[in-house]
């Protein structure tokens, strides 16, 4: 019943720009906060920001913050997550998800197929 689709993902440079989005279906915003995670090679899966329903709570991992900004534009069901300065080790397989609250993105109910960034000079 539930489908996210990742998409914007690409090959960018290290202090560049990129902006994911997580469309939604099957999906109430009013009832689910979506997150967003990442997992390079050889890695273990982890959580990069999260956004609840209504867009006025909002959680990001240290490594990210003051570069990412998670947002959510309700009339589309969709999640953005804009990325800036990037660098190197924001490579990964970036995945989008699906959790009853905020409070528990860390263990969602629904993922996402992953869409890649690379970051390379």
């Known amino acids: 019943q539930v489908h996210l689709v990742e998409s914007g993902g690409g090959l960018v440079q290290p202090g560049g720009s990129l902006r994911l989005s997580c469309a939604a279906s099957g999906l109430t915003f009013s009832s689910y906060a979506i997150g967003w995670f990442h997992q390079a090679p050889g890695k273990e899966r982890e959580f990069v920001a999260a956004?609840?329903?209504?867009?006025?709570?909002?959680r990001y991992a240290d490594s990210v913050k003051g570069r990412f900004t998670i947002s959510i534009d309700n009339p589309k069901n969709t999640v953005y997550l804009q990325m800036n300065n990037l660098k190197l080790e924001d490579t990964a397989v970036y995945y989008c998800?699906?959790?009853?609250?905020?409070?528990?993105?860390?263990?969602?109910?629904?993922w996402g197929q992953g869409t890649q960034v690379t970051v390379w000079p």
């Open positions: 956004v609840n329903w209504s867009g006025d709570r909002t």
């Open positions: 998800a699906a959790s009853g609250t905020i409070l528990t993105i860390y263990r969602p109910d629904y």
